[in-house]
């Protein structure tokens, strides 16, 4: 316990609300029991005695430390040869079984891993270790939902800036984005990066946009958008 700080209550903290249960007499010892671990519980516990002392409070020192870590699927490869890898820093037994889950449904055990012919890049992929099947780690997918968003809103007029932002949903997060636009009848790559800016957008820049989102899963692109730039 930091000197100067003020231990957190977690009874009062809504993340425990239902997880925790004391054993024994709360006046005599300080048993303590967290359900439905999570990641984010990772922290030092301490005690505390109220007392009717002049000091009046005492906190066990320096108290336990508490880590706690999940499985987790690893993506490695190319988007032609990619390996999926349940993996966890937990000691488990010696070869367990692990079970992947393709969108929440089983397809396979016995392995820790799973080859590029053996999944899909527009599916989400988890795992699990056998025994401790309702223990799943996070899905892993490619962009899904991407789309570009303008701002300001409304009007675009000659002159003003403008920037066009791309936003995606992935796990891993996305690698990359790329920016295309069509205009005078041709197709072009512009800049990469979540965002597309215009300081002072021409009516030249008139044309489709769209942007496309890249993570080691896979690709997706986002529906067009039609720009169309006003002279003063």
Request: some cysteine; proline content about 4%; overall charge negative.
């Amino acid at each position: 316990m930091e000197a100067g700080i003020e231990p957190e209550d977690i009874g009062q903290n809504q993340e425990y609300a239902g997880r925790l249960e004391y054993h024994g007499d709360k006046k005599k010892d300080c048993t303590l029991k967290i359900t439905d671990l999570r990641e984010r519980d990772s922290a030092t516990y301490t005690f505390r005695f109220i007392t009717d002392q002049t000091r009046g409070r005492y906190y066990g020192d320096p108290g336990v430390t508490l880590t706690v870590t999940g499985l987790q699927v690893k993506v490695t490869g190319g988007h032609q040869d990619k390996t999926l890898t349940c993996s966890t820093t937990c000691t488990l037994t010696d070869n367990p079984t692990y079970i992947w889950y393709k969108n929440g449904h089983k397809v396979k055990e016995d392995t820790s891993s799973l080859d590029s012919d053996s999944f899909s890049d527009t599916d989400s992929y988890s795992c699990a270790v056998k025994g401790h099947e309702d223990l799943h780690s996070p899905a892993v997918y490619g962009p899904r939902n991407t789309s570009v968003s303008v701002s300001p809103s409304g009007e675009i007029v000659e002159g003003s800036s403008v920037t066009l932002t791309c936003s995606s949903d992935a796990n891993p997060p996305v690698q990359s984005y790329t920016w295309w636009y069509k205009k005078n009848g041709g197709e072009h790559q512009s800049m990469t990066g979540p965002q597309h800016v215009f300081n002072q957008i021409q009516s030249s820049d008139t044309g489709e946009y769209y942007c496309e989102s890249q993570n080691e899963m896979g690709t997706d692109r986002s529906r067009t958008m039609n720009m169309d730039v006003k002279c003063e």
